[in-house]
């Protein structure tokens, strides 16, 4: 198997759509590519859109995960840069829901050539409340206390989390489905990708993004407040913030059309 396939098979990638412009759609913690679902048709007319599951999610295949590397967000990072490279990508307009916002970041500071724009959906570079003047959202000892659940009923645990990121007045279609994802993931791939994703702090890199960034920031959002997203426009150099009447931390999944309609006035800037 080369590379190219390796890769393909590795992150279960999937490619849609044949536009001169390419969205690479990165899935946050516990999801899968499938949860793009609700944007791809109006996407897929205009763009190439491409699709992948991280090493440990979904359909990507485990034999290849690596507890080192993916005990941080820059092994995802490098994830992101192996797949623009085995499928010779460049100028991407990189979408990433939750998490993958960071990643997004950490990847195209690390080789800027790959991408144009960065759009993120719900992001947040920190869940900590730092003191003194730093609030994402979370005390330490309470997500300490939720990933300990994981260890106790990771059941429970999904049950728990799932109303909480999808929104509570949410379909109970919805938010099944992603305590479904939650579920289906290992629990110990799953528990190291939460630490990686809910005790990082990567503020200290927004300043050095080397592209335009436009946020889509849900008006009413247990995960990520709009305050978070005040934040992350005023430190990153060049950003746009939109703030989306509606509950929740998946805006791509419970308000695609809204975010298909900005992403696309977005791209045609």
Not at 95 to 118: C, D, E, N, T
């Amino acid at each position: 198997m080369d590379l190219r396939q390796k890769i393909i098979t590795r992150n279960n990638i999937s490619i849609h759509g044949s536009g001169e412009t390419t969205l690479l759609l990165a899935h946050g913690f516990g999801c899968d590519q499938n949860m793009w679902r609700f944007m791809l048709p109006a996407l897929i007319p205009h763009y190439k859109v491409v699709l992948f599951d991280y090493v440990g999610s979904g359909n990507s295949q485990l034999s290849y995960y690596n507890q080192e590397r993916y005990s941080s967000l820059q092994g995802y990072a490098q994830d992101v840069l192996e797949i623009c490279e085995a499928l010779n990508l460049s100028d991407v307009i990189f979408v990433g829901h939750s998490v993958s916002s960071m990643i997004g970041i950490i990847a195209s500071i690390k080789q800027p050539a790959y991408f144009k724009r960065l759009v993120m959906v719900c992001p947040s570079p920190c869940f900590l409340n730092i003191k003194p003047d730093y609030f994402g959202g979370f005390e330490k000892v309470d997500l300490e206390e939720l990933l300990g659940l994981m260890d106790k009923n990771y059941i429970g645990w999904a049950n728990y989390l799932s109303p909480l990121v999808m929104g509570g007045s949410q379909s109970d279609e919805l938010i099944g489905e992603l305590s479904g994802s939650f579920c289906s993931t290992d629990p110990l791939i799953a528990k190291s990708f939460a630490e990686a994703t809910f005790f990082s702090d990567y503020r200290y890199l927004l300043k050095d993004a080397k592209h335009p960034v436009i946020i889509f920031q849900s008006a009413r959002d247990a995960l990520a407040s709009v305050d978070i997203g005040n934040y992350m426009q005023q430190q990153l150099p060049e950003a746009k913030l939109c703030i989306i009447d509606a509950e929740g931390h998946c805006l791509h999944m419970t308000q695609p059309e809204i975010v298909n309609q900005h992403l696309r006035e977005y791209i045609g800037d």
